[in-house]
T-cell receptor
Framework: EDQVTQSPEALRLQEGESSSLNCSYTVSGLRGLFWYRQDPGKGPEFLFTLYSAGEEKEKERLKATLTKKESFLHITAPKPEDSATYLCAVLDRGSTLGRLYFGRGTQLTVWP | DTEVTQTPKHLVMGMTNKKSLKCEQHMGHRAMYWYKQKAKKPPELMFVYSYEKLSINESVPSRFSPECPNSSLLNLHLHALQPEDSALYLC??????????????FGSGTRLTVV
């Protein structure tokens, strides 16, 4: 059973067209939820950590929010350079050694 | 230095070869990880080292052998691999301060092709 589910699997946006990516999770207790950006053939690049429901973080055109069951990554007025796969991962409070559970990612394509 | 450095970036090896992947970080993180990522799939955990001791081994085949010589270095020794082992191998380190996890820093990965 997947503990982290991301939707949609793929998203195509025109430049400037805002949208949101979803990450829903089922863990016994959340220690942290992480968003990463990954370009093809590269390692994941850290974007945000969220710890508790109601928390929000922003970076340039990206804003991440967290509820008790899901997180959203809002992309405002995206540009072609925002095209990448966005991964969500959670750290369970019961994990003492820091095992991350990843979602399958959302592949975002922004066209001019 | 806020990076995790992996070498080599690309590796092609035959099924009878022995090779090693290297990972280095100088951020003082005491937990380091090896992940394997196949195309269009999320990273899968292979090994966890905590304070230079192997703490998690996810039933990875013995043809993969991890080593942690010190708190800054992590190696993955490869021997008699199969073509299905071709993947992106990612190293990560974890920053944890006072019980709070601040994030995991990933290296850029080694693209491994087994022929």
């Amino acid at each position: 059973e997947d503990q982290v589910t991301q939707s949609p699997e793929a998203l195509r946006l025109q430049e400037g067209e805002s949208s949101s990516l979803n990450c829903s999770y089922t863990v016994s207790g959340l220690r942290g939820l992480f968003w990463y950006r990954q370009d093809p053939g590269k390692g994941p690049e850290f974007l945000f950590t969220l710890y508790s429901a109601g928390e929000e973080k922003e970076k340039e055109r990206l804003k991440a929010t967290l509820t008790k069951k899901e997180s959203f990554l809002h992309i405002t007025a995206p540009k072609p350079e925002d095209s990448a796969t966005y991964l969500c991962a959670v750290l369970d409070r019961g994990s003492t050694l820091g095992r991350l559970y990843f979602g399958r990612g959302t592949q975002l394509t922004v066209w001019p | 230095d806020t990076e995790v450095t992996q070498t080599p970036k690309h590796l092609v090896m035959g099924m009878t070869n022995k090779k090693s992947l290297k990972c280095e970080q100088h951020m003082g993180h005491r937990a380091m990880y090896w992940y394997k990522q196949k195309a269009k799939k999320p990273p899968e955990l292979m090994f966890v080292y905590s304070y230079e001791k192997l703490s998690i081994n996810e039933s990875v085949p013995s043809r993969f052998s991890p080593e942690c010589p010190n708190s800054s270095l992590l190696n993955l020794h490869l021997h008699a691999l199969q073509p299905e082992d071709s993947a992106l191998y990612l190293c990560a380190s974890r920053q944890r301060v006072g019980g709070t996890d601040y994030g995991y820093t990933f290296g850029s990965g080694t693209r491994l092709t087994v022929v």
